[in-house]
């Protein structure tokens, strides 16, 4: 069979009897040579321009074999190093490390020999760390993560995590690397400092966990009264809140001393969302009867007859919207008198009413 390209040749002197199907064998034709010549410069030509490929090439230590690389000297590198500012393009894939072997991954920057690491033992990752004993390990002077979401506005949209002062930092960045506010931190006993103006939804503290507590004290050397149908007592004591989680508890207080003199009608007095207009906290109502937090009727005796409302009441914060609550009162007709008595010797009063909401986690 006619040598028609290099792969055909052999490797023993006396197999090779032609080359391209022109005689070199011995008594071949003067002539032969220069056609042997001509036909062998072409099976280079159409080696060199790709037309003809070989199975294996060897330069030194370097071995090229189908499509693999490899190194003919025992434990030999392979460096691919484009000369000045000339880079390396791979317009493909890339997998490195595909048979697993216990082999590193190190891609070294300007400054630092670390910049990425893999190890391949630990099965750790590494930036700017030579020894990453944790999945994915950033470790430098001054180290800093952000994560962007580049769907989300210019100006608010990079979490950014930061080591400082002992202590580990979460914050928001916009665009300009600048903190839209203040930081979360964390220290290593596991005190955390969070912004005043921290808010939540859903189940983020722990149960039973105190979130806020708001309060409101009224008092005043002018005499409030109230009787009749049910009303709000009054609005000095309204008081807002923001509830800091969904699914929280609201725990609602109020205690108030009052005067009833010579009367033994009876009162009632609940919570009213001022926000929603409608009572909160009440149980259902059986029949004809009223729903109220609490009822008194005091025994007449004389003057200087005092009781105090003091009631309480749990509902669910259902939502962070703000909202506002105060007192609602009632009496069957008697006028039941607050901070001042009427009764002005030493046997009259003066009071304080007291009214504090306070949200726990569940």
Do not use: C
């Not at 693999?68 to 590198?77: A, H, L, P």
């Not at 979490?159 to 300009?176: Q, T, V, Y």
């Amino acid at each position: 069979m006619p040598k028609d390209k290099l792969t055909q040749y052999s490797a023993t002197n006396a197999s090779n009897t032609d080359v391209g199907g022109v005689n070199i064998d011995e008594g071949m034709l003067p002539s032969a040579v220069n056609n042997a010549i001509r036909e062998q410069m072409t099976h280079l030509k159409n080696f060199s321009d790709g037309t003809d490929a070989i199975d294996a090439l060897a330069v030194d230590n370097l071995k090229l074999d189908g499509n693999t690389i490899s190194s003919t000297d025992t434990n030999g590198d392979i460096t691919l190093d484009p000369n000045g500012t000339g880079s390396i393009s791979l317009d493909s894939g890339v997998v490195i490390n595909e048979s697993g072997a216990n082999a590193d991954f190190r891609v070294e920057s300007d400054g630092n020999a670390n910049m990425l690491f893999v190890d391949a033992s630990a099965n750790n990752f590494g930036v700017g760390h030579g020894s990453p004993n944790r999945t994915f390990h950033v470790s430098s002077p001054g180290a800093e993560v952000s994560f962007a979401n580049t769907n989300m506005s210019a100006d608010r949209r990079t979490m950014n995590f930061f080591m400082s002062s002992d202590k580990a930092h979460w914050r928001m960045l916009n665009d300009a690397g600048d903190a839209g506010g203040g930081a979360v931190t964390l220290d290593f006993t596991g005190n955390m400092t969070v912004p005043a103006n921290l808010t939540a939804s859903g189940t983020v503290f722990g149960d039973n966990q105190i979130l806020q507590v708001v309060k409101a004290t009224h008092s005043s050397t002018t005499q409030l009264t109230s009787s009749g149908a049910a009303h709000e007592l009054t609005s000095s004591l309204r008081l807002s809140i923001t509830p800091k989680a969904s699914d929280s508890l609201l725990y609602l207080n109020f205690f108030a001393p009052f005067a009833y003199p010579n009367s033994n009608n009876l009162q009632y007095a609940y919570f009213y969302d001022v926000t929603n207009s409608g009572s909160v906290g009440l149980p259902t109502a059986l029949g004809a009867r009223m729903s109220t937090t609490w009822a008194k009727r005091t025994t007449a005796f004389d003057a200087n007859d005092m009781d105090t409302i003091n009631m309480s009441a749990v509902i669910g914060a259902s939502n962070t919207n703000a909202r506002t609550y105060t007192i609602y009162h009632r009496t069957e007709g008697a006028v039941a008198q607050f901070l001042q008595s009427t009764l002005g010797s030493a046997a009259g009063t003066a009071t304080v009413m007291f009214f504090y909401i306070m949200e726990v986690a569940a």
